[in-house]
């Protein structure tokens, strides 16, 4: 059970937060960090508009028909999942547009409570704070603090 | 203020025409409140008590004057709910009204007393009550810049206000991480060592004024 990094990215693309739990990964300059969210971002927004539209139902306000279960439920969403034989990448956009990047080892089970988890964190230590202003950079100390026992305990 | 208000029904003045005043005491005895709720109206009176203000000391004296009231009105609706009609009187000496305030007031406002109550050894009209983890900064990470503040200063003013409403005159209540204490000094070192164990352990120091002290001994003893 490793978790290897995290991003939070902001909903106008800026990378807000980013850390590391794993040592022995190859160092990047925050410049590089910052070109990877963006690169994200802009991604993300591609992959949502290249998402299959649901199909319209032939007589919608008919209400003898009987819709088999559809696959295209809800609106569509951009990439998701990104999964190599080294690492998967998983993605989580919140109802506002904030988006939370986990990096992990491939074989990690659970990764859906552990990202529910590290959004209520978030939502507690960093939204709950009044000296921190939205879409900006996250500089809260227990924030940090939370996060490290939560991967430390899981890992 | 006469007459009937001409309103129409809503929150403030319901079809029953039955105001806040006629509702029963203890009909929020033992209601509970979500953390959160409070978490985010904090979170705004302290942006409120920011605007325009001229430094840390400023704020924390205007997070004080937030709790004030708050202390005044506490102090009799809590000897109001007391079940032992014995105790239900203000209480008048400082031992038994810093209890009330470590206890009673602690368990009504976070659901466990407060942690010590000791008098400093320096200065004989100052007391000082420990919170290892005021509820009120559970959620809030200081900037470097601020290390200083403490927003548990709406606690002290709470304090503050259940003091001169019991008729304890203070010089003040304010609010300290004792993390950030020099060495030196028994009492000093002591609780530092707390602080390694909770990193937001706070000491509300209470200093009441002069007259207060002599009546103090004045009583202790006839």
């Known amino acids: ?155 | 203020m006469s007459g009937a208000p001409n309103q129409t029904p809503g929150l403030r003045y319901p079809s029953n025409k039955k105001t806040i005043y006629d509702r029963n005491l203890n009909r929020s005895k033992n209601a509970e409140l979500s953390r959160a709720a409070f978490a985010y109206l904090f979170v705004e009176m302290i942006s409120y008590a920011q605007q325009r203000v001229r430094g840390i000391a400023d704020l924390e004296k205007r997070l004080n004057t937030q709790g004030y009231p708050l202390g005044l009105r506490l102090l009799d609706l809590l000897l109001t709910r007391t079940a032992n009609p014995l105790s239900s009187i203000r209480p008048t000496r400082i031992l038994p009204l810093l209890q009330f305030i470590a206890q009673t007031l602690w368990r009504h406002l976070f659901a466990r007393p407060a942690d010590a109550l000791e008098r400093s050894e320096s200065d004989s009209s100052q007391y000082m009550l420990f919170d290892n983890e005021p509820l009120v900064n559970q959620y809030i990470s200081l900037p470097r810049e601020m290390s200083q503040l403490n927003c548990a200063a709406f606690v002290a003013g709470i304090i503050e206000g259940v003091c001169d409403g019991a008729g304890f005159a203070t010089e003040g209540v304010s609010a300290h991480s004792v993390a950030e204490q020099e060495g030196g000094g028994g009492e000093k070192e002591k609780s530092a060592k707390g602080a390694e164990l909770w990193p937001g352990k706070t000491v509300f120091l209470i200093k009441f004024k002069q007259e207060v002290l002599e009546r103090e001994e004045i009583l202790g003893r006839g």
């Open chain 1, 1 to 155: 059970m490793v978790v290897f990094a995290l991003f939070i990215i902001s909903k106008a693309g800026g990378l807000i937060y980013n850390r590391e739990f794993h040592t022995g990964l190859a160092k990047l300059t925050s410049n590089d960090y910052l070109m990877l969210a963006g690169s994200f971002h802009g991604m993300h927004a591609i992959t949502k508009q290249l998402c299959p539209v649901m199909p319209q139902p032939p007589n919608p306000t008919s209400a003898a028909a009987v819709l088999a279960p559809s696959p295209f439920s809800g609106r569509p969403s951009g990439l998701e999942v990104l999964e190599t034989s080294h690492f998967r990448m998983q993605c989580f956009q919140t109802l506002t547009g904030t988006k939370f990047l986990l990096f992990t080892e491939p074989q990690q089970p659970n990764i859906d409570s552990m990202i529910r988890k590290i959004y209520e964190l978030y939502a507690d230590y960093v939204m709950k704070n009044p000296f921190y202003t939205v879409e900006m950079p996250i500089r809260c100390e227990k924030f940090d603090r939370n996060l490290d026992g939560f991967v430390k305990v899981r890992s």
